[in-house]
C-alpha cells in the first residue's frame, strides 16, 4: 500500500505500543513524520521502542508507561500527549491481550481482565480523547480489534466476546462523532506474527495436544499467501485509514487476514 503524504506533523497516540502491531504501527507513523504518544505496560519494553523510533526515524516520541486496565494511567497518558503536543489528531487503541479456552476452562478473573484491557480500555481511552479532537476540528480513531470478533470459536471466546462488543462500539461512537469530523473505524488482523501470537500458538497447542509448530503451520497454510500476517501489513492499513485518502470513510470494520474469513461483514 503506498505511503500517504499527509501525516507530517500530526499527533498519535497508539497504546500497547512496545511491540508486535502496537510497535509496526508507531515505525509507519514515524516514517510519515507522525508526532507519537506511545503506552505499555512494560517500562523497560517501552523505553526500548521510543529510542529505537527516536534513533532510526529521528520520532518526536512521548513514551508514557500505562496499563489499560487502570482510569488514571489512562488519563495520565492522555494528558501527557496534551502537555507535550498542545493537540491529539490519532488515536490507535491496541493495547490487549489473548486468551485460549472454553466456557468450563475460563473463570471470572480471565473475563474481567480482558473485558478490563480491551474493552474498557479501549472505551476509556476514546472518551478521554474525544474532547481534544473536537476542540481540534476532527480526528481518527482506529480500533485494532482482530477477526474472532467475527468468526466465533470455542477456544477463543474470551477475544471473541470482547471484539464483537468493540464492532458495536466503533459502529455506535462512529455515528455519535461523526458531526465532529472524528472518524471511527476498526481494522481486524488475521493471525499476525507477533510474539503475542506465538505465546497464543503455544497456548493453543496445549489445549490441543499439538505443537506450537503444528499450529503455526496450519495458520500459514490457511491462506494463498503461505504465511502469517506481519505487523506491517497491518500498520498500512492504520495508516491508511488515518490519511486523507480515506476521509469519506467512517464506522467500517476492515479485515486484513488475506480474505480468509467467510463471512459477509
Wanted: charged share 20%; aromatic share 4%.
Amino acid at each position: 500500500m503506498a505511503a500517504p503524504h499527509d501525516l507530517q506533523g500530526k499527533v498519535a497516540l497508539i497504546t500497547g505500543a512496545s511491540r508486535g502491531i502496537g510497535r509496526a504501527v508507531a515505525e509507519r507513523f514515524a516514517r510519515e513524520g507522525v508526532r507519537l504518544a506511545i503506552c505499555a505496560r512494560t517500562e523497560e519494553e517501552l523505553a526500548h521502542a521510543a529510542d529505537e523510533l527516536r534513533a532510526h526515524h529521528h520520532a518526536d516520541v512521548l513514551a508514557v508507561k500505562a496499563n489499560m486496565t487502570r482510569l488514571n494511567d489512562i488519563r495520565r497518558f492522555v494528558a501527557s500527549a496534551v502537555k507535550k503536543f498542545a493537540r491529539i489528531d490519532i488515536l490507535v487503541n491496541n493495547a490487549g491481550g489473548a486468551h485460549v479456552g472454553g466456557i468450563l476452562s475460563t473463570g471470572d478473573d480471565a473475563w474481567e481482565y480482558h473485558i478490563n484491557v480491551k474493552l474498557l480500555g479501549y472505551i476509556r481511552m476514546a472518551r478521554e480523547v474525544v474532547p481534544h479532537m473536537k476542540a481540534g476540528g476532527g480526528g481518527r480513531i482506529i480500533h485494532i480489534i482482530g477477526m474472532a470478533g467475527k468468526d466465533p470459536s470455542p477456544l477463543f471466546m474470551v477475544p471473541g466476546v470482547t471484539n464483537a462488543a468493540l464492532i458495536n462500539f466503533t459502529k455506535s461512537l462512529s455515528r455519535e462523532l461523526e458531526p465532529d469530523r472524528i472518524a471511527v473505524n476498526a481494522v481486524h488482523p488475521g493471525t499476525t506474527d507477533t510474539p503475542l501470537t506465538v505465546e497464543t500458538f503455544a497456548a493453543t497447542a496445549a489445549a490441543l495436544g499439538k505443537t506450537p509448530a503444528d499450529i503455526r503451520r496450519a495458520a500459514e497454510g490457511a491462506t494463498g499467501h503461505g504465511r502469517l500476517a506481519t505487523g506491517e501489513d497491518i500498520a498500512g492499513v492504520v495508516a491508511f485509514l488515518a490519511s486523507n485518502a480515506a476521509e469519506f470513510i467512517n464506522g467500517t470494520s476492515i479485515n486484513v487476514d488475506a480474505g480468509r474469513s467467510s463471512g459477509l461483514w
